[in-house]
């Protein structure tokens, strides 16, 4: 289990710095990484990275992959305004399809009520 969890740890080191160094493809390079590890004891993460952009330029973007700070999330008085224009839009497709008969427009206004409610 020792051994085990020693191979998952170092995995999730080298997938951690693949990662930050902009990999395009990660499993393709983590599959290379390892392979070229995989007969070293004690091997270099950062030596075998710095290989591989030499090497395998394809697998990395040409800029670094900085992280992305999560946008602002929509206030609640957006949603509240996105709630009531649906409510308007599913009332019109209602009554429409009760005044016409057509049954088209009854297919619309249930399409809307699925979607909506």
Same mark, same amino acid.
């Given at each position: 289990?020792? %051994?085990?969890?020693?191979?998952? %740890?170092?995995?999730?080191?080298?997938?951690?710095?693949?990662?930050?160094?902009? /990999?395009?493809?990660?499993?393709?390079?983590?599959?290379? @990484?390892?392979?070229?590890? %995989?007969?070293?004891?004690?091997?270099?993460?950062?030596?075998?990275? %710095?290989?591989?952009?030499?090497?395998?330029?394809?697998?990395?973007?040409?800029?670094?992959?900085?992280? /992305?700070?999560?946008?602002?999330?929509?206030?609640?008085?957006?949603?509240? @305004?996105?709630?009531?224009?649906?409510?308007?839009?599913?009332?019109?497709?209602?009554?429409?399809?009760?005044?016409?008969?057509?049954? @088209?427009?009854?297919?619309?206004?249930?399409?809307?009520?699925?979607?909506?409610?």
């Amino acid at each position: 289990m020792a %051994e085990q969890l020693k191979s998952i %740890e170092a995995a999730q080191r080298l997938t951690r710095k693949l990662a930050a160094e902009g /990999v395009v493809d990660l499993e393709t390079a983590v599959l290379v @990484a390892k392979a070229r590890i %995989e007969g070293q004891i004690g091997a270099d993460l950062d030596g075998v990275i %710095e290989q591989l952009k030499k090497e395998k330029q394809h697998l990395f973007s040409s800029q670094k992959s900085i992280p /992305v700070a999560s946008k602002r999330t929509a206030p609640a008085k957006d949603r509240v @305004a996105t709630a009531t224009e649906s409510q308007t839009m599913l009332a019109k497709a209602a009554k429409r399809a009760a005044t016409t008969g057509s049954r @088209a427009d009854l297919q619309e206004y249930l399409k809307l009520r699925r979607s909506f409610i």
